[in-house]
T-cell receptor
């Protein structure tokens, strides 16, 4: 099993450009998440999904959109990149515990994005 | 306000010394508490969860509901323990979510 994979690993964008980050998991997890990691800020939740076809906003959703058309994939889009979106982006997935939420999260290796 | 606090950004200890990474949280209800770890050039992974009352790699964490703390402890630090550690309560806010602290970098010196 590959676990959680992220594409690409690195990317440099110019302000105003758009891009999509792809997260894929082969563990049949229901829940998927996108976080950003910034120095001194820890991990902050951008968007998450509790199942195929559903998405919800996290702590810092502005400037990002997501889609979960297939259970195994969770896409994070930046429509018009800004320097403030320079960060390391992590995807994670987890099993569902039904009404009790999710089990532990499994993380991808991260995508380092620089916006100039 | 709901928050999780890891007061130390960097903690340096000598090999063989005890180590304690602090975590305080302020959430209503009874969140489930977790510690995640990120070793150099590795992905973030679960270290332990309070509900399991387990010891992983010599680390333990006791939930103190009165002090709302979940400090991570190890009696004798090893060089391979050097990593970034995140405290992460799992809270309910519309749905269950993890809230990650800002992290503590542990450096174990030879």
């Amino acid at each position: 099993n590959a676990g959680v994979t992220q594409t690409p690993k690195f990317r440099v964008l110019k302000t105003g450009q758009s891009m999509t980050l792809l997260c894929a998991q082969d563990m049949n997890h229901e829940y998927m998440y996108w976080y950003r990691q910034d120095p001194g800020m820890g991990l902050r939740l951008i968007h998450y999904s509790v199942g195929e076809g559903t998405t919800a906003k996290g702590e810092v959703p502005d400037g990002y959109n997501v889609s979960r058309l297939k259970k195994q994939n969770f896409l994070l889009g930046l429509e018009s990149a800004a320097p403030s979106q320079t960060s390391v982006y992590f995807c994670a997935s987890s099993y569902s515990r039904g009404q009790f939420g999710s089990y532990e999260q499994y993380f991808g290796p991260g995508t380092r994005l620089t916006v100039t | 306000a709901q928050r999780v606090t890891q007061p130390e950004k960097l903690l340096s200890v000598f090999k063989g010394a005890p180590v304690e990474l602090k975590c305080n949280y302020s959430y209503s209800g009874s969140p489930e508490l977790f510690w995640y770890v990120q070793y150099s050039r590795q992905r973030l992974q679960l270290l332990l969860r309070h509900i399991s009352r387990e010891s992983i790699k010599g680390f333990t964490a006791d939930l103190n509901k009165g002090e709302t703390s979940f400090h991570l402890k190890k009696p004798f630090a090893q060089e391979e323990d050097s990593a970034m550690y995140y405290c992460a309560p799992r809270v309910f806010s519309g749905t269950y979510k993890y809230i990650f602290g800002t992290g503590t970098r542990l450096k174990v010196l030879a």
